[in-house]
């Protein structure tokens, strides 16, 4: 079982950058395809990035693409999300979670587990 601890959130305007990181336990960090998630006030939780075990591959939501970027450290089993041109509508809890099929390109959450408890960011307009 890996267990996830997100971190890096916290407040900043609009346009501003933030950088999440989530440290993991468990020696199986590197097996597995590793995303991120938000979850808006009242809204359901959505996809938001995905990278392949080895960091080569990566997919976003189109609501991110361009501005957020996933990428990993095995060595240091950490996975990473930067933040860029943040806009009010990125507010949100931010959660990463292992994809727990083998499926390359799952965007649903009922694919993915171990979740942290998330990290919040807030984005002031």
């Known amino acids: 079982q890996v267990r996830l601890v997100e971190s890096g959130g916290g407040l900043v305007q609009a346009g501003g950058s933030l950088r999440l990181s989530c440290a993991t336990s468990?020696?199986?960090?590197?097996?597995?395809?590793m995303g991120w998630f938000r979850q808006a006030p009242g809204k359901e939780r959505e996809f938001v990035a995905a990278?392949?075990?080895?960091?080569?591959?990566?997919y976003y939501a189109e609501s991110v693409r361009g501005r957020f970027t996933i990428s990993r450290d095995n060595a240091k089993a950490t996975l990473y999300l930067q933040m860029n041109s943040l806009k009010a509508e990125d507010t949100a809890v931010y959660y990463c979670?292992?994809?727990?099929?083998?499926?390359?390109?799952?965007?649903?959450?009922?694919?993915?587990?171990?979740w942290g408890q998330g990290t919040q960011v807030t984005v002031s307009s």
């Open positions: 990278i392949s075990s080895g960091g080569a591959l990566t």
């Open positions: 468990g020696r199986t960090f590197s097996s597995y395809v």
């Open positions: 979670a292992t994809d727990l099929t083998t499926t390359w390109g799952s965007r649903s959450m009922e694919d993915f587990g171990s």
